[in-house]
T-cell receptor, first 113, second 114 residues
């Protein structure tokens, strides 16, 4: 019940295309949903985050869409660039005072020139 | 610049040996976390600490130990009891408590068996 399921596991997109990564959860106690970007040999870096009382959040080319009733959220990368090639993780905060995050399994994105 | 420093970047462990991974932060964060990353499995929580001199087990604590004697430091020991230690280990920190506090990560330590 504390899992976050992420798909697809890998994704190949042409330069200029839209990359879409999906996540689903069961536990309605989750109250904060960040996305992280990780390059090889580096730690994950926060990309964008959303709370469940908001249906969409946009920062530059990155947009989170949140569907509370379906318990799903997704990351859209518009005008994908080769520099966006990385592994992306969705996560969820379990509504307690611990600051702990539950991570999805990750999606490896390759943007072809 | 503020951040999280993990060392060493690469570490090799011999059979029956304990090894310690260092994590230091100068972000004045209360909470610190250790994750293990394996291919295709995302990040799994090993231990976390909300405050100095206190820490809790995560989902995969067996074979690991930690200490939190200083706010800035949260070292992880991989003991000989951890039979499959080869992985990428990540340390993170945040202000803790409130739910909308993002975790900041170090650049990891890659541990391999000799």
């Amino acid at each position: 019940q504390q899992q976050v399921k992420q798909s697809p596991q890998s994704l190949i997109v042409q330069k200029g295309g839209i990359s879409i990564i999906n996540c689903a959860y069961e536990n309605t106690a989750f109250d904060y949903f960040p996305w992280y970007q990780q390059f090889p040999g580096k730690g994950p870096a926060l990309l964008i985050a959303i709370r469940p009382d908001v249906s969409e959040k946009k920062e530059g080319r990155f947009t989170i869409s949140f569907n509370k009733s379906a318990k799903q959220f997704s990351l859209h990368i518009m005008d994908s660039q080769p520099g966006d090639s990385a592994t992306y993780f969705c996560a969820a905060h379990f509504g307690s005072n611990t600051g702990k995050l539950i991570f999805g399994q990750g999606t490896t994105l390759q943007v072809k020139p | 610049d503020g951040g999280i420093t993990q060392s060493p970047k690469y570490l090799f462990r011999k059979e029956g040996q304990n090894v310690t991974l260092s994590c230091e932060q100068n972000l004045n964060h209360d909470a610190m976390y250790w994750y293990r990353q394996d291919p295709g499995q995302g990040l799994r929580l090993i231990y976390y600490s909300q405050i100095v001199n206190d820490f809790q087990k995560g989902d995969i604590a067996e074979g690991y130990s930690v200490s939190r004697e200083k706010k800035e430091s949260f070292p992880l020991t991989v003991t000989s009891a951890q039979k499959n230690p080869t992985a990428f280990y990540l340390c993170a920190s945040n202000l803790g408590g409130k739910s909308n506090q993002p975790q900041h990560f170090g650049d990891g330590t890659r541990l391999s068996i000799l």
